[in-house]
C-alpha cells in the first residue's frame, strides 16, 4: 500500500511563509501525480496545487485563490512533493492534506495524507 507523511505545517503571522512537504512510499507504485488539497472551517476540501510526473509533462495546477503566492515542485526521486507557500493570508488557515494518483501495474488508486494544519493570524 501507499502511504504519504505531511511535515511543515504550523503556525504563522499574515505575510508570512511556510514549506509543506509530503514522502510517499509504496513498492511498485509511480506517483503520478501529487499534490495539495485544504479543507479550512465550515468549508469543503480544495484543490490547492497538483503536479503531474516529468513523463507526464510535470505540469502544475494551481487554485485562483494561491497562485502566484504558493509554488508547488516535486522530487521524483525521492517521491516527495513541496508546496512553498509566501505572503500567507489569514484565509489560507486550513488543514493541508497531501495527495496522490498513484499507479501500479496499469491501475490507478488515489491516496491522502493524515493532514497538517496551517494557521495564519496575527
Known amino acids: 500500500q501507499v502511504q504519504l507523511v505531511e511535515s511543515g505545517g504550523g503556525s504563522v503571522q499574515p505575510g508570512g511563509s511556510l514549506r509543506l512537504s509530503c514522502a510517499a512510499s509504496?513498492?511498485?507504485?509511480?506517483?503520478?501525480?501529487m499534490g495539495w488539497y485544504r479543507q479550512a472551517p465550515g468549508k469543503q476540501r480544495e484543490l490547492v496545487a497538483i503536479i503531474t510526473s516529468i513523463t507526464s509533462g510535470g505540469r502544475s495546477t494551481y487554485a485562483d485563490s494561491v497562485k502566484g503566492r504558493f509554488t508547488i515542485s516535486r522530487d521524483n526521486a525521492k517521491n516527495t512533493v513541496y508546496l512553498e507557500m509566501i505572503s500567507l493570508k489569514p484565509e489560507d488557515t486550513a488543514v493541508y492534506y497531501c495527495?496522490?494518483?498513484?499507479?501500479?501495474?496499469?491501475?490507478?488508486?488515489?491516496?491522502w495524507g493524515q493532514g497538517t494544519q496551517v494557521t495564519v493570524s496575527s
Open positions: 495527495y496522490t494518483k498513484a499507479t501500479r501495474w496499469g491501475y490507478e488508486y488515489d491516496y
Open positions: 509504496g513498492s511498485r507504485f509511480s506517483f503520478t501525480t
